[in-house]
């Protein structure tokens, strides 16, 4: 809903609301107490009402004297709980009753136009729109915002919406226009004192993992680092230990494993104060990882078991072993514990399966093939082999393919059957020279 111009005397209000509104002629309205003369010199605000006049029309059109007015009142306080209502549902996953929520904010305020309040429900139609993947309706609504923020002069709801913009651009994949959109953010907040701090938070955090994704970490490191230092500033823990495992995913692109290993503990750290078992299992998941990508598996195995038996005892949480599993199931075929791997490799199999994780799905049936390999079922291991490069086809890994379809050949060669080694071998050349000659 948008307004062509915004009614600011009271003529203009009775002429929108009865126009616009109700969709009633002068006559209509006017009958049977007044000539539509008299509503028309109230229109173009040559008269002013009595108490009567205004008791009149208020009935007529079906609303308050303060709306007619032009006053606050009730109008803005019921706007402005339609509005928390519509951030609560987003913030509990409903969109959907988000995005109503704010609709009838959005209409109430038609009969008491404010810019900065009508901004308000504009945007919180554009978040509960992007919540509900409506990426193009999501824009329609925060340009509409933006521009009613700048007509009002509202500097510190600019700063926010240039957030969500940011977060829209992200969304739509755009990331040098989210980068901008957050640097924008920035500067605007340098114009607000005091400035919301969850807002400046959820600014460093997007600006830091912005800076990541366009492949510069030390960027992302500076911007995480301003985070953690406002987090601590306004004790938010829980926003410090977000952002840490951004410094940690950060450090981890630097090559710097300790710090990233260290950045991880102080989220788990955090987690463990706040009982967030969930939260508190992806963290042993993430120190195993950093542990194992340093060969340290005695430290990295007790994380990941830990990791496990959280996960165990929260059924929503199990889903999310899979990575895990399949972790374990490689070292465990690496060190020659057959038994394990086959263990772990079917159950983390299990998990991914119809999931669409489709790389995982391949590096998973390549340790299961591997296992069948390591004790002389070759065959079997082909056909797991081969499963493999065809869950790697289907997201276009063909390296990945054409190493699983090159491991085949190896295997065969191993067991002196050079036609079938050959035949795999083959393969794979074709395939890898097919993507050359594709450019890919």
């Known amino acids: 809903m948008v307004f062509e111009s915004m009614p600011t005397t009271f003529g203009q209000r009775l002429r929108y609301i009865r126009k616009r509104v109700r969709g009633l002629t002068l006559e209509e309205v006017a009958q049977p107490r007044y000539t539509k003369g008299f509503l028309s010199l109230l229109e173009n605000d040559?008269?002013?009402?009595?108490?009567?006049a205004l008791e009149y029309l208020a009935n007529k059109l079906q609303v308050t004297?303060?709306?007619?007015?032009?006053?606050?009142?009730?109008?803005?306080?019921?706007?402005?709980?339609?509005?928390?209502?519509s951030r609560t549902l987003r913030l509990q996953g409903n969109g959907n009753g988000a995005h109503d929520s704010a609709v009838e904010a959005l209409q109430t305020?038609?009969?008491s136009p404010d810019l900065r309040l009508r901004g308000e429900c504009e945007m919180a139609l554009g978040l509960a729109e992007l919540q509900r993947e409506g990426l193009e309706d999501?824009?329609?609504h925060l340009e509409r915002a933006r521009e009613d923020f700048e007509r009002a002069g509202a500097t510190d709801r600019l700063t926010e919406l240039a957030v969500h913009l940011g977060r829209l651009a992200h969304r739509q994949k755009d990331l040098r226009q989210a980068l901008d959109h957050y640097l924008k953010a920035l500067e605007l907040s340098e114009q607000v004192s005091p400035f919301d701090p969850e807002v400046l938070l959820q600014l460093f955090a997007n600006l830091g993992s912005t800076n990541q994704a366009l492949g510069d970490a030390k960027e992302a490191t500076r911007w995480y680092e301003k985070g953690v230092e406002l987090a601590e500033q306004v004790n938010d823990p829980r926003s410090a230990a977000s952002l840490f495992m951004g410094l940690s995913l950060?450090?981890?692109?630097?090559?710097?494993?300790?710090?990233?290993?260290?950045?991880?503990q102080k989220a788990q750290d955090i987690f463990q104060a706040e009982?967030?078992?969930?939260?508190?299992?992806?963290m042993h998941n993430n120190i195993g990882w950093l542990y194992a990508s340093q060969d340290r598996w005695d430290q990295a195995l007790p994380h990941y078991e830990e990791s496990l038996r959280l996960r165990r005892q929260d059924p929503a949480s199990i889903a999310r072993s899979g990575y895990t599993y399949a972790e374990l199931a490689r070292y465990y075929l690496r060190v020659g514990r057959l038994a394990e791997a086959e263990q772990y490799g079917t159950e983390a199999l299990r998990l991914v399966k119809g999931e669409n994780r489709m790389q995982e799905e391949g590096e998973i049936l390549g340790t299961l093939a591997g296992v069948h390999a390591a004790r002389g079922r070759l065959s079997e291991a082909e056909a797991l082999y081969?499963?493999?490069?065809?869950?790697?086809?289907?997201?276009?890994?063909?390296t990945r393919q054409a190493e699983m379809l090159s491991t085949i050949g190896q295997m065969w060669n191993g067991a002196s059957e050079?036609?079938?080694?050959?035949a795999a071998l083959v393969e794979a050349v074709a395939l890898l020279q097919k993507a050359v000659s594709a450019g890919r």
């Open 386 to 398: 081969r499963q493999s490069a065809l869950a790697f086809a289907e997201v276009g890994l063909v």
């Open 109 to 111: 305020l038609s009969l």
């Open 275 to 282: 009982e967030q078992k969930t939260l508190i299992a992806d």
């Open 250 to 264: 950060a450090y981890q692109e630097r090559g710097d494993l300790g710090l990233a290993l260290q950045y991880t």
């Open 65 to 85: 004297r303060s709306q007619l007015l032009g006053e606050p009142g009730e109008t803005h306080r019921l706007v402005q709980v339609q509005l928390t209502r």
């Open 138 to 140: 999501a824009q329609e």
């Open 46 to 52: 040559k008269a002013q009402p009595s108490a009567e």
């Open 418 to 422: 050079p036609g079938r080694a050959n």
